[in-house]
């Protein structure tokens, strides 16, 4: 031991140190339990630095006579332990939950206790006219705390004052109905006894449980299942919206049918647990109770399995179970409150959560489900709660997957005259190795459009997750495609109708895009971002995406929408001058946008070349030379203000995701102006290559018959020129008779379901 050791170990410890480290030494002293009998004397002895417990009602003449229990102390030992509430369990009792309770000096009164909470008694609401003090007494398992305190602790008779309160707490369970008994003495001046109020106590343990922390796992009773925080430090339960449909046939989103027709079902729901002990039966007249708000009935509903109740008559009951479905709804559309059953024991009863809503403008997502235990009022009157827990879930946002996550299935639609298009898609799908969806004429009625009328997202939780395809309102002739060929087993459906609006080309999805993940400014995107095109915010009037499904993208929250200017384009969507492609360095991809200036560059350095005679479109009747090209003035204004537009989404772009010209390629692609009714608006000149399906490293694109140089396309060669240093191989599809010279492209005839983003939505930090 070295000096400074000697030192600290002579120095003696202030008065207040040491009686305050005698007390502690107190709580760890062993304990030894001792009983004492009413008629005879009890003899033991007592080592010191130990303590003596003694039950001294544990065999109690039947219920003997209220005495000043809990100031007794002993000669042996003055810190006897007594049912009084500890200095630490006085301050967790301002965590617990507290109920109100009056007592009677007339009759027994008598509740059942959920533990973990506390009963709260004003001793002088009952007290005789007369009364000027009290005592308690009451069984082992029972505790209690006289506030205020008493000057003097041990004093008993406790002095009766106006807001005397006696706080009352259990730690076990009964093990029968009113099993536990408090009694409160009244005294008057002369400490004459003046009545007693008796309570008798049945002790129970309810916990309605949820997978409060996200881990997969119903922990019991976690502190934080009565609230939701985002974020990876955030706490709250996860739904699903159950917008699958379990049968192929005869479908139905299963959240609208009524029952549970197939176990499987119940993977999409979210679990709870009610977890409950206590006595085989709860006392007469009181119940377990589920119940939820009117808004909440809306958007959630919850089964549980059906308990097998004794019956008289078995054949009755086996016919009737012919005809009673597995699962029973407990509260959802219609039904706001519904008893459950209370099992008896230590037991456990698994209850199933749906989502029946996505987030949306009027509904920001979070349910509240509450569990209450009711106890029977006076003939006449309703039952009343005496205690409840409640959990919230939060709705699982639906959520767009960007070019950069893998691919999974790609969609194309087959029509009369796309065969070599078709063909073209199918080699290159089969050659990355993914699958290939084809949606036949007899389904699509010749709307090729498939980008137009669907979006692919997913729903995700701790427990499972799976795709959701988001109907168009444009309802073309594709229209009956999603929900017949595409809603089943863990693929879901959604959409939005346009009741009060009207539905324009901008409400195709085509005009609905997402980014990779960014962060602007410190804030992280951790799932990207979602781009919509609108009119222009100064335009008085033109197109805009329909608020409905405008509202729907903005409730999600997960990826906060960028509303870009697309109105100047006679179809109006985003990706027809924009894309996203993935990139080994910087921030992962690269923004790719439509050039018109880049365009004049080639052909006028084509034109210096010597190339002013090469053709655009060579073979087509399109045909149309560099100098032709170069020289049209009237083309040159279109493409000025085309350039406008795209500058000017170019620059909210680099706002609102962070970007800089090193992470943006302008690809070389001319517009020309078409006269409409409402307008002049633009189209691509010639195959608009941005418009392309995005394969991990294999990208689409469309060919775009340019001037031949040295035996190939000017054009291809400088696009290839700069994405394939980024690693991307450049794959040119002729779509030019069965899509471009109907306004659209590759992208916009093609549609690509993709994985999940690995990051879980609920970890955003909002």
């Not at 939780?461 to 168009?472: A, K, T, Y």
């Not at 799932?527 to 995406?545: D, E, H, K, Y």
């Amino acid at each position: 031991m070295d000096m400074s050791q000697q030192q600290k170990k002579s120095v003696s410890l202030p008065q207040s140190l040491r009686k305050r480290k005698m007390m502690a030494d107190v709580t760890n002293m062993s304990q030894r339990t001792c009983r004492l009998e009413i008629k005879v004397p009890t003899q033991t002895v007592y080592v010191v630095g130990t303590e003596i417990k003694v039950m001294v009602d544990r065999q109690p003449p039947a219920f003997a006579q209220p005495i000043g229990f809990g100031t007794v102390t002993s000669q042996v030992h003055k810190r006897v332990k007594r049912n009084c509430l500890s200095k630490k369990d006085a301050s967790l009792q301002t965590m617990m939950p507290q109920r109100s309770l009056t007592i009677d000096t007339d009759k027994t009164t008598r509740t059942t206790y959920v533990l973990g909470t506390q009963l709260t008694v004003n001793v002088n609401r009952c007290a005789p006219p007369l009364a000027k003090s009290f005592s308690v007494k009451c069984t082992p398992n029972v505790y209690y705390k006289v506030t205020p305190q008493a000057s003097g602790r041990s004093a008993v008779p406790y002095p009766l004052t106006t807001n005397s309160i006696l706080i009352v707490t259990m730690d076990t369970v009964s093990e029968t109905a009113n099993d536990s008994k408090l009694s409160v003495r009244y005294y008057g001046e002369k400490t004459e006894s003046l009545g007693d109020a008796v309570l008798h106590l049945t002790a129970v343990e309810i916990s309605l449980d949820v997978d409060a922390d996200r881990d997969g796992v119903i922990e019991k009773n976690n502190p934080n299942k009565g609230s939701w925080k985002w974020g990876p430090k955030g706490h709250g339960a996860i739904l699903l919206v159950n917008c699958d449909s379990e049968t192929k046939y005869s479908k139905k989103v299963d959240s609208e049918v009524e029952e549970i027709s197939k176990v499987s079902d119940l993977q999409d729901m979210s679990k709870m647990i009610l977890r409950t002990n206590g006595p085989a039966e709860l006392p007469e007249g009181y119940k377990l109770t589920m119940h939820i708000s009117q808004t909440a009935s809306e958007n959630v509903r919850v089964f549980r399995p059906r308990t097998k109740a004794k019956m008289d008559n078995t054949l009755k009951y086996q016919l009737l179970n012919l005809f009673l479905k597995d699962y029973m709804i407990v509260v959802g559309r219609g039904k706001l409150t519904q008893e459950v059953p209370y099992l008896g024991g230590k037991s456990e009863l698994e209850l199933f959560a749906e989502g029946l809503r996505f987030p949306d403008k009027d509904f920001d997502g979070l349910i509240t489900i509450n569990l209450s235990l009711t106890e029977p009022s006076a003939k006449g009157f309703p039952e009343s709660p005496v205690f409840t827990d409640r959990v919230v879930f939060h709705i699982s946002p639906w959520i767009m997957t960007p070019n950069t996550l893998k691919p999974v299935e790609v969609y194309v639609c087959s029509t009369k005259d796309n065969t070599t298009f078709l063909n073209s898609i199918e080699n290159l799908v089969d050659r990355c190795g993914y699958k290939l969806k084809i949606c036949y004429e007899y389904m699509n009625r010749g709307d090729r459009w498939i980008q137009d009328e669907i979006e692919f997202g997913y729903i995700d939780s701790p427990h499972h997750r799976f795709p959701v395809v988001l109907d168009s309102p444009r309802d073309g002739d594709l229209q009956e495609f999603p929900y017949n060929s595409i809603l089943g087993p863990d693929f879901g459906y959604v959409t939005r109708y346009a009741l009060n609006e009207k539905v324009t080309s901008l409400d195709s999805f085509g005009n609905l895009e997402v980014s990779p993940p960014v962060t602007v400014n410190g804030k992280n995107y951790p799932l990207g971002r979602i781009i919509i095109g609108v009119a222009f915010p100064t335009a008085t009037r033109g197109r805009n995406m329909t608020k409905v499904v405008q509202d729907f993208l903005w409730a999600q929250k997960v990826q906060e929408p960028i509303a870009l200017y697309s109105d100047w384009l006679v179809v109006g969507h985003v990706d027809e001058f924009m894309t996203f492609v993935p990139a080994p360095d910087r921030k992962k991809f690269r923004l790719l946008l439509a050039s018109p200036d880049a365009g004049y560059k080639i052909f006028k350095s084509l034109e210096k070349q010597g190339y002013g005679k090469e053709k655009m479109f060579p073979g087509l009747p399109e045909a149309i030379t560099v100098n032709e090209i170069v020289n049209d003035t009237k083309l040159q204004a279109g493409n000025r203000y085309v350039q406008n537009c795209i500058d000017w989404n170019r620059d909210v772009l680099k706002k609102e995701l962070g970007l800089e010209e090193e992470d943006i390629i302008d690809l070389p692609i001319l517009f020309k102006m078409i006269e409409e009714k409402s307008g002049t608006r633009a189209v691509a000149y010639y195959p608009d290559m941005v418009n392309m399906i995005v394969l991990g490293d294999q990208l689409g694109i469309p060919k775009p018959f340019g001037p031949q140089v040295n035996g190939k396309c000017a054009l291809e060669t400088e696009v290839s020129s700069l994405l394939e240093p980024l690693g991307l191989k450049c794959n040119f599809i002729d779509d030019f008779a069965p899509y471009h010279k109907l306004l659209g492209e590759i992208h916009c005839g093609s549609n690509v379901r993709r994985e999940p983003s690995p990051f879980k939505w609920w970890n955003v930090e909002l």
